[in-house]
């Protein structure tokens, strides 16, 4: 081997590298959705041409005419020889997400985002049906195979059991979908808001409208479809503004397991 300085790694990407794009996220989650919906409803086939046709049209903007590229940071065009960055490789390679919001602003997120959804849901059984125990009795009948054979005036009176289910219900999926909102957000940088608020509720609200048949017909009949959009994207509005500013933190996802227990190394490597 000759002793002359380390040859410099020629890379295609000197000044920048690609723009980070979730194109294809929507593009492969559309196109899945496109065959389960020819074996669940047409709506699920439906949803999934929109999503797809979206994520192949950011993807194809951010390549074409010309692919959009990140400016690298000052002196980075300076690259290592080949050995140095083969060893950096491994840890330095970008996993998502890379970071996240607090699961506390998750489940803040998620109540409050519940509330809202609630006093939609409320607004609509007084508005429509003279009731506001019949949104809350449909919601416990998702769990209660009893509630199917009641009547309308039956399901739009108070019913303590019911009741203490449907906020169980509604409690632990108001938790759950606010924390999903902290990992899947900081994915979405530029327009978290039109994520959460928007196309989240479109794509529950198509899922439910073609499974809600089978998982339950018999409440089907009862459901105001125009409504449920109006409560979902209520909760998600809602839930996406008060997890979306909170600050991010970085995952773990990248860490070393020492680095992951808080563990310690000497200078010299031992341990």
Same mark, same amino acid.
């Given at each position: ?15 920048? %590298? ?75 390679? $970008? ?31 007084? $508005? ?7 949104? %809350? ?6 769990? &209660? ?39 899947? $957000? ?7 808001? &039109? ?53 991010? %933190? ?22």
């Amino acid at each position: 081997m000759s002793g002359g300085p380390p040859e410099r790694l020629e890379m295609p990407y000197l000044r920048g %590298i690609p723009l980070p794009t979730s194109g294809p996220l929507w593009a492969g989650f559309g196109v899945t959705m496109v065959f389960a919906g020819l074996v669940t409803h047409w709506m699920v086939s439906l949803v999934g041409a929109v999503s797809a046709v979206a994520g192949f049209l950011a993807w194809g903007l951010a390549c074409f005419p010309e692919e959009s590229l990140e400016e690298l940071p000052k002196g980075s065009e300076a690259i290592d020889a080949a050995p140095q960055l083969a060893r950096k490789s491994n840890a330095e390679r $970008l996993v998502l997400p890379a970071e996240m919001h607090p699961y506390g602003s998750g489940v803040r997120g998620g109540l409050i985002g519940g509330v809202a959804m609630a006093v939609a849901a409320v607004a609509w059984g007084v $508005l429509r049906e003279g009731s506001v125990w019949l949104p %809350i009795n449909l919601l416990a009948g998702v769990f &209660l195979p009893s509630v199917d054979a009641e009547d309308v005036q039956t399901l739009k009176t108070f019913q303590g059991g019911v009741f203490a289910i449907a906020c169980g219900i509604h409690l632990v999926a108001s938790v759950f979908i606010g924390l999903l909102y902290t990992v899947t $957000l900081p994915m979405m940088p530029r327009r978290p808001l &039109l994520m959460g608020g928007v196309l989240g509720p479109v794509l529950w609200t198509g899922i439910l409208y073609a499974t809600v048949g089978v998982v339950n017909p018999a409440l089907e009949r009862f459901i105001s479809w125009p409504w449920f959009f109006v409560s979902q994207v209520a909760f998600g509005l809602v839930c996406g503004v008060v997890v979306s500013r909170s600050r991010r %933190i970085r995952t773990m996802v990248n860490w070393s397991v020492t680095e992951r227990l808080g563990l310690e190394r000497s200078e010299g490597g031992g341990r």
